[in-house]
């Protein structure tokens, strides 16, 4: 966007609304404001009947973090703080008017500081909350009355409501699913989990869940429930989030390659129309590949999308299963971390014991190891023993994964596909790593085993 320009924002009619103002050293907003003159615009808060009650110059935007919009509602969007010194409250000789139609406190618009005029940026886009068209004739706020609304209306309204609730108290379960596993697993790496309670709203137009972090003012685990992925349906995202740019930078050149971000994300490639989102939506092989997003000020994520769908599940075990696999591989690539042992037992007839170890290395990948359970069923590609057909719930999503490419064509160089990769029950996979590490063990050994059960 070549021009910028100042920005003024409906705040709340509450005496103290602008004391709130100079207490926090800025005001929120649900989106980030990407027409704004940063630094060196001028903001001003506007108050009943349009009149500018205070006035300030940007110094910076914060976020996205947890916010408190003048509305009332908590949710993650951004702070414009203002520059040191330039807050300045307008008495009723200095105040002005701003011809603006506003339709709810929080909502902000682009005008001219200079001439007092609104700067439409999208006339033709009227549904937009940013960018509304003073000509609409949906001149309402949240503080006043509005049109009634008609059966039909509130209708909608109330399924929407009833289905967000479901949505968030999904996304909890899951959370929590994740964070049990997660806390089973963390001996070695620095992990800090921490089994959750609450969900936060978010601009994303659905909510997340903090279940962790890799230490004191490190990365956080989180979990997220929201239409970012630009689906209508709301997509499960799990992921690590930073201020810093340079620690999530760091932990992403730690990592395998097939760790390595598919996609990278800025502001440039999101949209703000209804909610925060991307402009062009996931594709469907972007689902459960790692995503970069990097946002102004320093503001970076790291995680992978899941391909959700309606489940009548109590949680997402696929998700479950992808995001600990996910947050298990980039903990275990970390300086430090502790691998445990498992080569003595492995191919002991074979000489070239770091082959074996590559071999381990490949299999220990638990992210493309749960796609190939995934694709498989969960189902042993020796035996046909499905865990779940035989344990119930305790078994549920349980299975191993097996490395098919022979150990004496493994280079650390060549990349692991998910066609290298074979679901197996733990007997089975035990007496394959009996066997010579050859292509065709998996073959032979279901002949083994079809001769003998007989």
């Given at each position: ?273 209804k909610f925060f989102m991307l402009a062009k939506r996931l594709t469907r092989s972007e689902f459960s590949t790692p995503i970069l997003e990097k946002y102004d000020g320093g503001s970076t994520f790291y995680g992978i999308y899941d ?148």
């Open positions: 966007m070549s021009k910028m320009h100042d920005l003024a924002i409906r705040w709340s009619n509450h005496p103290n609304g602008i004391s709130q103002v100079r207490k926090l050293g800025g005001v929120t907003v649900w989106g980030y404001p990407k027409a704004l003159k940063n630094p060196g615009g001028k903001v001003a808060v506007v108050i009943r009947g349009g009149v500018v009650a205070l006035e300030f110059l940007v110094g910076k935007i914060e976020g996205p973090q947890s916010v408190k919009l003048p509305g009332g509602q908590k949710l993650s969007g951004y702070i414009i703080k203002a520059k040191r010194g330039s807050i300045r409250s307008l008495n009723s000789k200095s105040s002005y008017p701003l011809h603006i139609k506003w339709r709810a406190v929080g909502q902000y618009r682009y005008f001219n500081a200079k001439t007092r005029k609104p700067v439409i940026l999208d006339p033709n886009n009227r549904g937009h909350k940013e960018y509304l068209p003073d000509s609409s004739s949906r001149t309402w706020e949240k503080i006043s009355s509005s049109k009634p609304k008609t059966n039909n209306q509130q209708t909608r309204r109330a399924e929407l409501k009833s289905r967000s609730k479901q949505d968030r108290t999904w996304l909890l379960a899951t959370a929590k699913a994740v964070a049990e596993s997660l806390k089973a697993r963390a001996t070695g790496t620095r992990l800090r989990i921490r089994i959750p309670n609450r969900a936060a709203g978010t601009n994303t137009d659905g909510w997340n869940v903090v279940i962790g972090n890799l230490g004191k003012d490190q990365p956080r685990l989180e979990v997220w429930l929201d239409r970012f992925a630009g689906y209508s349906q709301r997509k499960l995202w799990a992921c690590f989030r930073s201020n810093t740019r340079a620690k999530m930078v760091s932990i992403t050149k730690h990592v395998d390659r097939k760790l390595w971000p598919k996609r990278i994300v800025t502001s440039k490639d999101t949209d703000e129309q391909p959700t769908r309606e489940t009548a599940e109590r949680v997402s075990p696929h998700f479950c299963a992808r995001a600990v696999a996910f947050f298990e591989d980039v903990t275990r690539a970390l300086p430090n971390a502790k691998v445990e042992d498992e080569q003595r037992e492995v191919y002991p007839r074979y000489e070239k014991r770091r082959l074996v170890a590559v071999h381990l290395h490949r299999e220990r990948s638990k992210l493309l190891a749960t796609e190939c359970k995934i694709r498989d069923d969960y189902k042993c590609q020796v035996c046909d023993l499905r865990f779940e057909d035989a344990y119930g719930r305790l078994g549920l999503a349980f299975a191993e994964a097996h490395h098919l490419i022979p150990l004496s064509s493994l280079r650390d160089s060549v990349k692991t596909r998910i066609e290298d990769l074979k679901t197996v029950c733990a007997n089975c996979h035990r007496m394959l790593h009996k066997m010579d590490g050859k292509r065709g063990d998996i073959r032979k050994l279901k002949t083994i085993y079809k001769r003998h059960s007989r």
